[in-house]
RNA sequence: GGACCCGUAGCUCAGCGGUAGAGCGUUCGGUUCACAUCCGAAAGGCCAGAGGUUCGAGACCUCUCGGGUCCACCA
């Protein structure tokens, strides 16, 4: 063994060695205790970050669960991101002077496959790099047919049930990109805006001041709106307003939702373009079609010279024309609070717009069961809570994306009725009327909608490579990866997809295979530099995995990321550390060279042993007795740590057992009878460093297979070992 | 407005009811003898503040102050 541990020359040929061997790949094997984790898919065509490097915990899992001897499965898959992608790509394509319009969808989805697979290779290399133990022959794509066939699967069992809607619904729609946006994608931007008070003439006499930040939008309104218990407007409730310029009747309105005291009290209510004003309308039956249209153009205002102009504009247009008039009281300054396009930072415009909803009462209601009840049990505990209540919140899915990068809706529209039916094959005829040519919704999934399906999607399509004869009966083909692994054992992600995520694999999950799609979720946190701030582009404080993997190895990095830090808390990376866990596996490393050492030395010289072994040092003998004891006890701990989800402590307990105790300590106190060949010194030391190996194993994979195979066949590998005290340290 | 997390050594963080810990940094002393990517020693803390529970509180409870995150609302 060389005098310091070189992760250059071992970790790629580890890698390929046990991928070459089958280390990773799962079997089904019945007499084995089966254990899952499915990887959350890294975006096919980008890069990995320190977040991904997280996974590290999964990983950590998989190898502990081979050494206790349980079949393991870590699957892995790539997520085609839709949103994310088509924007790298559109980005791609300006850079080329081009963009999206320049081509058909079906050319434009033809170069994005293209695009990202030529990309994918790289994300799938960095998982290798990280030491990753996954069974790269069962890899999925959430693109990939037989995936795709599932997630339409899904939907049409959900449309089934009557689940699944169409509704005219205020959607944040970007008029520059084109689409509309989840909740969940829309960015908040802070800015100091106006508040313009505008005189209505009440029809019966007098007037009306309202406040409102969008005064273009009253071209639009369907009804002024009051508290019923504000005495101020008592008496006008009922009358009729007249809009200025255009003279439009609207009713005064009364309705608990308005806050008294903000403005004057009085609220303009327009439902085509306002979230609130939308919901408060339908409650009093009241529409106007809107006013604003998809390119973020006025429209139907009723104003010849306002149609057609762009919005921003047309607000100034407005405000001039109505101050002319006298309409317009005054202009104050107001925090408020911008929607804006997370791609291209444009305000989203809310407008209704025809989108399929999934219904999702039903669902969460299960799922909150689900995880009250502990079925599906989460790590750290205390985000328990938070997962009960961000289903609790949970409002009806918007599935529908504007977008081309995705897996497009299977759903189609009669062309004489306007019905839709869905449709799991290419229909041949119209199911509606059975003749006319039935058109195809142009929008996509949202990608969260194939997500939410992975557990299963990816199960269910893993072949069993013994039966490859399957029935061609789509609905019931042979699935015995799904039937062995299913549900998987642990879902682990950071905790910011925990409503993304998490809680809709929990109600599709369910909803399609009625149990849960994994029995705990244990969540990581996020990854922060030195002082503690996210690590960003702007900032320049972006530590990149691969290049610290380049410089101190990958163990080292792993095992950064654990050491030190709570569960479910943020991780402080530093260069420091990672230096820190390099110079760990190098004690490791030295431990074994030490050993190695002293077991030629000891067998070269194996007449002295039994003379040693005649003239005991009593001391000796006590210090092997302590350290056995003392083992015994970290072994115990270790096994605790893992069963409670608490694999940073485990780790901790194993660095400052191993450095402090076992190498500062007990070696050196041993040393003296070690160099002079005594055999129970030696075995007793021996014996509690492989164990120690194996117990390091799932945190710094490299180093301990290559000290291992030091010491055994170099054909073998730590990974076929198994934990020797399991049965008497913990119970199953 | 609702919820959650965090204030512990110079810095970044562990500690989860019983003598204040780690990594890095600092100071001093050690290399033929596994490892200088090392070993030995040292300095450095009213554990944010105030109450309470307890024989005993960084740890549990309440409040205050300070930092962060998520959600809701914003006419």
Redesign the pocket.
Known sequence: MD????FRHYEETLYTFWEDNGYFTAKIDPSKKPFCIILPPPNANADLHLGHAMYVYEDVMIRYNKLMGNETLWLVGADHAGIETQFVYEKYLKKQGKSRFDFDRKTLFNNIWEFVMENRGNMENQLRKLGFALDWSKKKFTMDEDIVKTVYLTFKHLYDDGLVYRANRLVNYCTSCGTSFS??EVV?KEVVGN?YYIQFPIQEGGSVT?????PETYLGDVAVMVNPKDKRYQKIIGKTVLLPLINREIPVIADEY??PK??TGA??VTPAH???DFQVAQKHGLWKDPVIDFNGHMQNTGLDDIDRVYVVKARKLIITKLEEYGFLEKITPHD??LHTCYRCGTTLEPLPKEQWFINVKPLKKKAIQLVKKDEIRIHPK?FK??LI?ILE?FIDWNVSRQIVWGIQIPAYRCEKTNDWFVSVEQPTSCQICGKCKFIQDKDTFDTWFSSAQWPYATLQSCKNPKSEIRNPKSDDKPTPFFDYFYPTSVMETGY?IL?AWVSRMIMIGYFETKTVPFQHVFLHGMV?D???QKMSKSKGNVINPLDMIKQYGADAVRAALIF???EG??V?L?E??I??M??F???IW??G??IE?NQSQSSSHKSQVSIQKTSPKFQNIKNIEKLRKEFAGIEKKYHTHFKNFEFA?AF?LMYEFV?HRF??YY??ELKDSV?SGSIEACQEIFTVFRACLQMLHPYTPFVTEAVWKAFHDKTTSIMQSRFEHTNKTIRS
């Open positions: 005098k310091i541990y070189s909740d969940l908040d508040l309202i406040a409102t930040t969008r308005v806050d903000f403005g609220v303009k306002d979230e609130n408020m609070v205390r809570k938070q209540a919140n910011d409503r922060r030195k002082k503690g030190g830090t709570k808390g943020d402080v530093s420091d550390k230096l820190a390099r110079n596996c190098n004690k030295n431990i060279r030490f050492i402590k901790d450095w190498a500062d070696i050196e160099q």
